[in-house]
C-alpha cells in the first residue's frame, strides 16, 4: 500500500461518516430551528421544551434512514476487509 491508496481509503472514510451523520445532524437543525422560532414567538426560553422534540426527531430519521446508513457502513466495512488481502509489504 502506498500513500495515495492510504489517502483514497481516508477519503472513502471521511464521506461514509458524512453519509452516516448528515440524516441526524440535519434533523436536529430543521427542528431545533422551528423550535427557536417558537420558542421566540411565544417567549418560553426553557431548554427542556427543546430536548423532547429533537430526541423523538431523532428517534425517528434513525428508523427511516438506519436501513440505508447500514447497508452503506456494511459495504465500506466489506471493501476494506476485501482490500486487506490485497496489501503487500
Not at 427542528?31 to 428517534?59: H, R, S, Y
Amino acid at each position: 500500500m502506498n500513500a495515495g491508496q492510504g489517502l483514497d481509503w481516508f477519503r472513502e472514510l471521511l464521506w461514509t461518516a458524512l453519509i452516516a451523520a448528515s440524516p441526524v445532524v440535519l434533523t436536529v437543525v430543521v427542528v431545533g430551528l422551528i423550535i427557536a422560532v417558537v420558542q421566540a414567538a411565544t417567549q418560553v426560553n426553557d431548554q427542556a421544551v427543546a430536548f423532547g422534540p429533537k430526541a423523538l426527531a431523532v428517534v425517528i430519521a434513525l428508523v427511516i434512514s438506519g436501513p440505508f446508513l447500514l447497508g452503506e457502513m456494511v459495504d465500506f466495512t466489506r471493501s476494506v476487509l476485501a482490500a486487506i488481502g490485497e496489501v503487500t509489504p
